[in-house]
Protein backbone atom coordinates (compact mmCIF):
# COMPACT_ATOMS: atom_id res chain seq x y z
CA UNK A 1 0.00 0.00 0.00
CA UNK A 2 1.47 3.61 -1.02
CA UNK A 3 1.21 5.71 1.93
CA UNK A 4 0.78 9.42 1.40
CA UNK A 5 1.35 12.18 4.13
CA UNK A 6 -0.85 15.00 4.04
CA UNK A 7 -0.43 18.39 5.91
CA UNK A 8 -3.27 20.75 6.73
CA UNK A 9 -5.25 17.19 6.90
CA UNK A 10 -7.55 18.22 9.71
CA UNK A 11 -8.78 21.26 7.38
CA UNK A 12 -11.57 21.70 5.03
CA UNK A 13 -9.79 20.96 1.79
CA UNK A 14 -7.37 18.45 4.28
CA UNK A 15 -10.50 16.46 5.10
CA UNK A 16 -11.58 15.77 1.81
CA UNK A 17 -7.83 14.94 0.56
CA UNK A 18 -8.00 12.29 3.41
CA UNK A 19 -11.38 10.68 2.67
CA UNK A 20 -10.75 10.52 -1.10
CA UNK A 21 -7.10 8.54 -0.29
CA UNK A 22 -8.33 6.62 1.53
CA UNK A 23 -11.38 6.00 -0.77
CA UNK A 24 -8.66 5.12 -3.37
CA UNK A 25 -6.46 2.31 -1.35
CA UNK A 26 -3.87 4.63 -0.01
CA UNK A 27 -2.61 4.53 3.27
CA UNK A 28 -3.03 8.03 4.67
CA UNK A 29 -0.47 10.07 7.27
CA UNK A 30 -2.57 12.57 8.36
CA UNK A 31 -0.28 15.80 10.05
CA UNK A 32 -2.13 17.94 12.52
CA UNK A 33 -0.75 20.12 14.80
CA UNK A 34 -1.61 19.57 18.75
CA UNK A 35 -4.32 21.48 19.11
CA UNK A 36 -5.85 20.67 16.39
CA UNK A 37 -9.57 20.26 15.76
CA UNK A 38 -9.93 16.67 14.25
CA UNK A 39 -13.72 16.48 13.32
CA UNK A 40 -12.75 16.26 9.61
CA UNK A 41 -11.20 12.91 10.36
CA UNK A 42 -13.31 11.57 12.24
CA UNK A 43 -14.09 7.35 11.80
CA UNK A 44 -11.42 8.07 8.70
CA UNK A 45 -8.56 4.84 9.05
CA UNK A 46 -5.83 7.31 9.06
CA UNK A 47 -2.42 7.32 11.23
CA UNK A 48 -2.24 10.92 13.04
CA UNK A 49 0.98 12.48 13.42
CA UNK A 50 1.50 15.23 15.50
CA UNK A 51 3.92 17.78 15.10
CA UNK A 52 4.85 21.26 13.77
CA UNK A 53 5.88 22.04 10.26
CA UNK A 54 8.31 24.59 11.92
CA UNK A 55 9.48 21.92 13.33
CA UNK A 56 12.53 20.22 10.97
CA UNK A 57 12.96 17.29 12.63
CA UNK A 58 9.51 16.66 13.52
CA UNK A 59 8.93 16.80 9.62
CA UNK A 60 11.18 14.86 8.31
CA UNK A 61 10.28 11.92 10.79
CA UNK A 62 6.92 12.15 9.80
CA UNK A 63 7.77 11.41 5.96
CA UNK A 64 9.56 7.98 7.45
CA UNK A 65 7.61 5.38 5.32
CA UNK A 66 5.63 7.75 3.23
CA UNK A 67 5.77 7.58 -0.71
CA UNK A 68 4.01 10.94 -1.66
CA UNK A 69 3.27 14.45 0.07
CA UNK A 70 0.59 16.46 -0.08
CA UNK A 71 1.18 19.78 1.69
CA UNK A 72 -1.97 21.41 1.89
CA UNK A 73 -0.76 22.73 5.55
CA UNK A 74 -1.24 26.80 5.04
CA UNK A 75 -2.41 29.56 7.33
CA UNK A 76 -4.94 32.00 5.73
CA UNK A 77 -6.01 34.67 8.13
CA UNK A 78 -6.00 38.06 6.10
CA UNK A 79 -6.95 40.26 8.48
CA UNK A 80 -4.88 41.99 9.52
CA UNK A 81 -3.32 41.74 6.31
CA UNK A 82 0.49 41.67 7.69
CA UNK A 83 0.84 38.94 9.41
CA UNK A 84 4.37 37.16 11.09
CA UNK A 85 2.18 34.14 11.94
CA UNK A 86 0.84 33.50 8.64
CA UNK A 87 4.33 34.03 6.69
CA UNK A 88 6.46 31.59 8.95
CA UNK A 89 3.67 29.10 8.66
CA UNK A 90 3.36 29.18 4.84
CA UNK A 91 6.76 29.84 4.14
CA UNK A 92 8.78 27.90 6.70
CA UNK A 93 6.22 25.26 6.43
CA UNK A 94 7.00 24.80 3.08
CA UNK A 95 10.49 24.95 3.58
CA UNK A 96 10.76 21.93 6.28
CA UNK A 97 8.01 19.66 3.44
CA UNK A 98 10.70 20.50 0.90
CA UNK A 99 13.92 19.49 2.50
CA UNK A 100 12.11 16.38 4.14
CA UNK A 101 10.95 15.40 0.35
CA UNK A 102 14.05 15.87 -1.33
CA UNK A 103 15.68 14.08 1.37
CA UNK A 104 13.20 11.15 1.42
CA UNK A 105 12.92 11.01 -2.22
CA UNK A 106 9.69 10.43 -2.55
CA UNK A 107 8.06 9.46 -5.72
CA UNK A 108 5.86 12.90 -6.07
CA UNK A 109 5.13 15.92 -3.28
CA UNK A 110 2.58 18.03 -4.40
CA UNK A 111 2.08 21.44 -2.73
CA UNK A 112 -1.45 23.28 -2.28
CA UNK A 113 -0.76 26.61 -3.19
CA UNK A 114 -3.89 29.25 -4.38
CA UNK A 115 -4.87 30.77 -8.13
CA UNK A 116 -4.03 34.26 -6.18
CA UNK A 117 -0.39 33.75 -7.48
CA UNK A 118 -1.13 34.22 -10.53
CA UNK A 119 -2.45 37.38 -12.73
CA UNK A 120 -6.68 37.17 -12.47
CA UNK A 121 -8.31 38.02 -15.72
CA UNK A 122 -11.73 38.58 -16.27
CA UNK A 123 -14.93 37.05 -17.84
CA UNK A 124 -13.70 37.61 -20.88
CA UNK A 125 -10.12 36.48 -20.39
CA UNK A 126 -9.63 34.59 -17.16
CA UNK A 127 -6.37 34.17 -15.61
CA UNK A 128 -4.56 31.18 -16.34
CA UNK A 129 -1.46 29.66 -14.81
CA UNK A 130 0.81 31.37 -17.76
CA UNK A 131 0.49 34.99 -16.11
CA UNK A 132 2.35 35.21 -12.92
CA UNK A 133 1.37 37.69 -10.91
CA UNK A 134 3.10 41.14 -10.93
CA UNK A 135 1.52 44.51 -9.20
CA UNK A 136 -1.75 43.19 -7.53
CA UNK A 137 -0.16 41.48 -4.80
CA UNK A 138 -2.70 43.96 -2.59
CA UNK A 139 -0.13 44.01 0.46
CA UNK A 140 -2.00 40.80 1.84
CA UNK A 141 0.57 37.95 3.71
CA UNK A 142 -1.10 35.50 2.76
CA UNK A 143 -0.48 35.61 -0.93
CA UNK A 144 2.61 37.31 -0.55
CA UNK A 145 3.71 33.80 1.56
CA UNK A 146 2.23 31.02 -1.19
CA UNK A 147 3.46 32.97 -3.95
CA UNK A 148 7.55 32.52 -1.82
CA UNK A 149 6.45 29.32 -1.27
CA UNK A 150 5.43 28.29 -4.91
CA UNK A 151 8.89 29.89 -5.50
CA UNK A 152 10.85 27.42 -3.22
CA UNK A 153 9.26 24.87 -4.99
CA UNK A 154 10.11 26.35 -8.41
CA UNK A 155 13.63 26.25 -6.97
CA UNK A 156 13.96 23.00 -5.23
CA UNK A 157 12.62 21.23 -8.30
CA UNK A 158 15.28 23.13 -10.50
CA UNK A 159 17.70 22.31 -7.68
CA UNK A 160 17.09 18.77 -6.10
CA UNK A 161 15.29 17.58 -9.27
CA UNK A 162 12.10 17.36 -6.52
CA UNK A 163 9.23 15.27 -8.81
CA UNK A 164 6.48 17.83 -7.74
CA UNK A 165 3.35 19.38 -8.84
CA UNK A 166 1.79 22.88 -7.78
CA UNK A 167 -2.38 22.56 -7.73
CA UNK A 168 -4.01 26.31 -7.18
CA UNK A 169 -7.40 26.53 -5.88
CA UNK A 170 -9.63 29.18 -6.41
CA UNK A 171 -12.27 29.48 -3.47
CA UNK A 172 -13.55 26.20 -2.82
CA UNK A 173 -17.17 25.60 -0.78
CA UNK A 174 -19.61 22.74 -0.09
CA UNK A 175 -20.10 20.57 3.38
CA UNK A 176 -17.72 19.88 5.94
CA UNK A 177 -16.64 23.34 6.66
CA UNK A 178 -15.89 22.60 10.58
CA UNK A 179 -14.15 25.62 11.29
CA UNK A 180 -16.51 27.63 8.73
CA UNK A 181 -13.60 29.08 6.90
CA UNK A 182 -14.91 29.46 3.73
CA UNK A 183 -18.40 30.42 3.96
CA UNK A 184 -18.42 33.23 5.92
CA UNK A 185 -20.40 35.42 3.10
CA UNK A 186 -22.73 32.20 3.07
CA UNK A 187 -23.21 32.71 6.79
CA UNK A 188 -23.54 36.09 7.22
CA UNK A 189 -25.85 36.70 4.39
CA UNK A 190 -28.14 33.90 6.47
CA UNK A 191 -28.41 36.63 9.18
CA UNK A 192 -28.71 39.70 7.05
CA UNK A 193 -25.20 41.14 7.79
CA UNK A 194 -24.89 42.09 4.35
CA UNK A 195 -26.30 45.16 3.31
CA UNK A 196 -24.42 45.99 -0.22
CA UNK A 197 -22.87 43.84 -3.06
CA UNK A 198 -19.33 44.28 -4.05
CA UNK A 199 -17.95 45.48 -7.76
CA UNK A 200 -15.85 41.99 -8.42
CA UNK A 201 -15.84 38.56 -8.35
CA UNK A 202 -14.44 35.23 -7.20
CA UNK A 203 -14.05 31.83 -8.82
CA UNK A 204 -15.84 29.24 -6.57
CA UNK A 205 -15.28 25.31 -7.06
CA UNK A 206 -16.72 22.41 -5.06
CA UNK A 207 -13.83 21.33 -2.44
CA UNK A 208 -14.60 17.61 -3.38
CA UNK A 209 -13.71 18.54 -6.94
CA UNK A 210 -10.41 20.23 -5.88
CA UNK A 211 -9.78 16.94 -3.37
CA UNK A 212 -10.28 15.06 -6.62
CA UNK A 213 -7.82 16.78 -8.93
CA UNK A 214 -5.08 17.10 -6.08
CA UNK A 215 -5.20 13.53 -5.82
CA UNK A 216 -5.04 12.57 -9.48
CA UNK A 217 -1.87 14.73 -9.80
CA UNK A 218 -0.16 12.23 -7.29
CA UNK A 219 -0.61 9.98 -10.73
CA UNK A 220 -1.70 12.40 -13.46
CA UNK A 221 -0.39 15.11 -14.84
CA UNK A 222 3.14 16.85 -15.84
CA UNK A 223 6.35 16.79 -13.50
CA UNK A 224 6.94 20.82 -12.65
CA UNK A 225 3.37 21.92 -14.05
CA UNK A 226 1.03 24.37 -12.28
CA UNK A 227 -2.52 23.90 -12.61
CA UNK A 228 -5.55 26.25 -11.39
CA UNK A 229 -8.43 24.36 -9.53
CA UNK A 230 -11.58 26.25 -10.40
CA UNK A 231 -14.72 26.33 -12.02
CA UNK A 232 -17.21 29.01 -12.46
CA UNK A 233 -16.46 32.86 -12.22
CA UNK A 234 -18.88 34.30 -10.91
CA UNK A 235 -19.79 38.01 -9.73
CA UNK A 236 -20.73 38.83 -6.21
CA UNK A 237 -24.18 40.06 -7.31
CA UNK A 238 -24.50 36.37 -8.93
CA UNK A 239 -23.26 35.13 -6.04
CA UNK A 240 -25.24 36.98 -3.69
CA UNK A 241 -28.74 35.83 -6.01
CA UNK A 242 -27.32 32.29 -6.04
CA UNK A 243 -27.38 31.71 -1.88
CA UNK A 244 -30.15 34.06 -1.85
CA UNK A 245 -32.06 31.44 -4.04
CA UNK A 246 -30.89 28.31 -2.12
CA UNK A 247 -31.61 30.33 1.19
CA UNK A 248 -34.96 31.48 0.12
CA UNK A 249 -34.39 34.67 1.34
CA UNK A 250 -33.83 38.19 -0.16
CA UNK A 251 -30.53 39.45 -1.73
CA UNK A 252 -29.18 42.41 -1.05
CA UNK A 253 -30.47 45.13 -3.60
CA UNK A 254 -27.75 47.89 -3.41
CA UNK A 255 -24.57 47.99 -5.17
CA UNK A 256 -21.50 48.98 -3.12
CA UNK A 257 -19.89 51.68 -5.28
CA UNK A 258 -15.77 50.88 -5.38
CA UNK A 259 -14.46 54.23 -4.04
CA UNK A 260 -17.55 53.74 -0.89
CA UNK A 261 -16.10 50.36 -0.26
CA UNK A 262 -12.43 51.90 -0.23
CA UNK A 263 -13.32 54.40 1.97
CA UNK A 264 -15.26 51.39 4.36
CA UNK A 265 -12.05 49.30 4.18
CA UNK A 266 -9.96 52.43 5.54
CA UNK A 267 -12.14 52.46 8.40
CA UNK A 268 -11.80 48.79 8.93
CA UNK A 269 -8.05 49.44 9.47
CA UNK A 270 -8.35 52.46 11.44
CA UNK A 271 -11.06 50.03 13.83
CA UNK A 272 -8.33 47.23 14.05
CA UNK A 273 -5.87 49.29 14.73
CA UNK A 274 -7.65 50.11 17.84
CA UNK A 275 -9.15 46.68 18.84
CA UNK A 276 -7.67 43.87 20.32
CA UNK A 277 -10.03 42.16 17.89
CA UNK A 278 -9.93 42.29 14.22
CA UNK A 279 -13.12 43.39 12.47
CA UNK A 280 -14.67 41.65 9.51
CA UNK A 281 -12.64 43.14 6.82
CA UNK A 282 -9.83 45.62 6.10
CA UNK A 283 -8.61 47.88 3.33
CA UNK A 284 -6.98 44.83 1.50
CA UNK A 285 -9.92 42.61 1.62
CA UNK A 286 -12.47 45.67 0.09
CA UNK A 287 -9.45 45.90 -2.46
CA UNK A 288 -9.72 42.30 -3.44
CA UNK A 289 -13.59 42.90 -3.51
CA UNK A 290 -13.40 45.12 -5.97
CA UNK A 291 -11.84 43.39 -8.59
CA UNK A 292 -12.85 40.49 -10.55
CA UNK A 293 -10.85 37.54 -9.65
CA UNK A 294 -11.18 35.36 -12.48
CA UNK A 295 -9.75 32.27 -13.87
CA UNK A 296 -9.75 29.60 -15.92
CA UNK A 297 -8.97 25.52 -14.74
CA UNK A 298 -9.12 23.97 -18.28
CA UNK A 299 -5.21 22.75 -17.71
CA UNK A 300 -6.89 21.10 -14.72
CA UNK A 301 -9.93 20.08 -16.36
CA UNK A 302 -7.74 18.63 -19.58
CA UNK A 303 -4.80 17.05 -17.66
CA UNK A 304 -5.55 15.77 -13.76
CA UNK A 305 -9.40 14.98 -14.79
CA UNK A 306 -10.95 17.75 -12.93
CA UNK A 307 -14.75 17.24 -12.60
CA UNK A 308 -16.92 20.35 -12.62
CA UNK A 309 -19.68 20.39 -10.15
CA UNK A 310 -21.90 23.22 -10.36
CA UNK A 311 -21.34 25.77 -7.68
CA UNK A 312 -24.73 25.69 -7.01
CA UNK A 313 -24.74 22.34 -5.69
CA UNK A 314 -21.83 22.67 -3.83
CA UNK A 315 -23.32 26.39 -1.97
CA UNK A 316 -26.16 23.99 -1.76
CA UNK A 317 -24.76 21.20 0.29
CA UNK A 318 -22.92 23.74 2.51
CA UNK A 319 -26.19 25.51 3.34
CA UNK A 320 -27.49 21.92 4.20
CA UNK A 321 -24.74 21.10 6.29
CA UNK A 322 -24.33 24.18 8.10
CA UNK A 323 -27.98 24.38 8.87
CA UNK A 324 -28.10 20.50 10.02
CA UNK A 325 -25.15 21.25 11.96
CA UNK A 326 -26.76 23.86 14.14
CA UNK A 327 -23.94 26.42 12.40
CA UNK A 328 -26.92 28.86 11.96
CA UNK A 329 -28.38 28.88 15.30
Known amino acids: MNTVLVTGANGF ?10 RRGYGVRAFVRPTSNLQALAGLPVDVWVGDLLDADN ?9 YIIHAGSATAANPARNLSVRLSNVQGTATTLSAASRAGVRRYIYVGTADVF ?47 MVHPT ?12 HMLLTYMYHKRIFATPAGGRNYVHVADVATATVNALTMGDLYESYILGNENLSFRQLFDMMAQIMQ ?10 QLASLMGLLGDWRNAFS ?3 GDYNSTLIAMANDEHYF ?7 TLAMPQTPVHIALTEAFHWFKDNGYLD
Open 59 to 67: VRASVYGCD
Open 296 to 302: SAAKAVN
Open 276 to 278: EQP
Open 249 to 258: IRAPSRRLPA
Open 119 to 165: ACGDAQQPGTEQQPIRDKLYGLDYIDSKLAATDMVLRAVQTDHLPAI
Open 171 to 182: VAVGPCDYKNTA
Open 13 to 22: LGGYLCRELV
